[in-house]
């Protein structure tokens, strides 16, 4: 089958943000860990359902709603020794590839794009399954992680602590809650 004729056949589900979450975190200190998420994302998926290897995921995160429960740390986030909103407002998702499909469990590849940076990276993720909501809408739901280096993405304002080490991690676990409602003519809150 061709990709063209392929694509026709995938179903198209709506990123529900209002049931969704995208988040991350990233060491402080060396031991705790500071928690954040992003309040504004959209983003699309399509498969045929039951076959995840047909899985398309496509995801884009405003970068000037991120949050960590402290504006003081959240303003220093937006500015240029972190994400730069002003120059770099989206961080972005498109998945590549499935890999390793073993029941619900599978790897999505893709391109991540951050700070002007793209790279392909790899999330193992889960597929939690397809259910009818009370209001006629068809939703899938899945979860993913991966963890990357943020130097890889131009991200590396930092301070060496007296005792060694570093302030904040190099390392950043990114973890994803997606619910989607399938796409039709009839399209309902919930």
Same mark, same amino acid.
């Given at each position: *089958?061709?990709?063209? @004729?392929?694509?026709? !056949?995938?179903?198209?589900?709506?990123?529900?943000? &209002?049931?969704?979450?995208? &988040? $991350?975190?990233?060491?402080?200190?060396?031991?705790?860990?500071?928690?954040?998420?992003?309040?504004? $994302?959209?983003?699309?998926?399509? *498969?045929?359902? /039951?076959?995840?290897?047909?899985? =398309?995921?496509? #995801?884009?995160?405003?970068?000037?709603?991120?949050?960590?429960?402290d504006e003081k740390r959240d303003a220093h986030l937006r500015s240029a020794d972190f994400? !730069?909103?002003?120059?770099?407002?989206?961080?972005?998702? %498109?998945?590549? =590839?499935?890999?390793?499909?073993?029941? !619900?469990?599978? &790897?999505?590849?893709?391109?991540?794009?951050?700070?002007?940076? %793209?790279?392909?990276?790899?999330?193992?993720?889960?597929?939690? /399954?397809?259910?009818?909501?009370?209001?006629?809408?068809?939703?899938? /739901?899945?979860?993913? #992680? %991966?963890?990357?280096?943020?130097?890889?993405? /131009?991200?590396?304002?930092?301070? @060496?602590?007296? &005792?060694?080490?570093?302030?904040?991690?190099?390392?950043?676990?990114?973890?994803?809650?997606?619910? @989607?409602?399938? =796409?039709?003519?009839?399209?309902?809150?919930?």
């Amino acid at each position: *089958m061709s990709t063209t @004729a392929q694509t026709v !056949d995938l179903q198209e589900y709506k990123v529900d943000p &209002a049931h969704s979450r995208v &988040a $991350f975190a990233v060491r402080h200190l060396g031991f705790s860990k500071v928690r954040g998420s992003f309040s504004s $994302f959209d983003g699309t998926v399509r *498969m045929e359902p /039951g076959d995840l290897s047909t899985l =398309e995921i496509q #995801g884009t995160i405003e970068a000037k709603t991120v949050s960590t429960n402290d504006e003081k740390r959240d303003a220093h986030l937006r500015s240029a020794d972190f994400f !730069d909103v002003e120059n770099y407002p989206k961080i972005t998702f %498109t998945s590549t =590839e499935v890999t390793d499909v073993n029941d !619900d469990t599978f &790897a999505l590849v893709g391109d991540f794009s951050l700070h002007g940076e %793209t790279k392909r990276i790899e999330l193992d993720a889960v597929f939690l /399954g397809e259910t009818e909501d009370p209001w006629g809408g068809t939703r899938v /739901g899945f979860e993913a #992680g %991966t963890k990357v280096n943020r130097k890889d993405f /131009g991200l590396n304002w930092n301070v @060496a602590l007296e &005792a060694g080490g570093l302030l904040v991690s190099e390392q950043v676990e990114l973890v994803l809650e997606i619910q @989607a409602v399938l =796409e039709t003519d009839n399209q309902n809150e919930g």
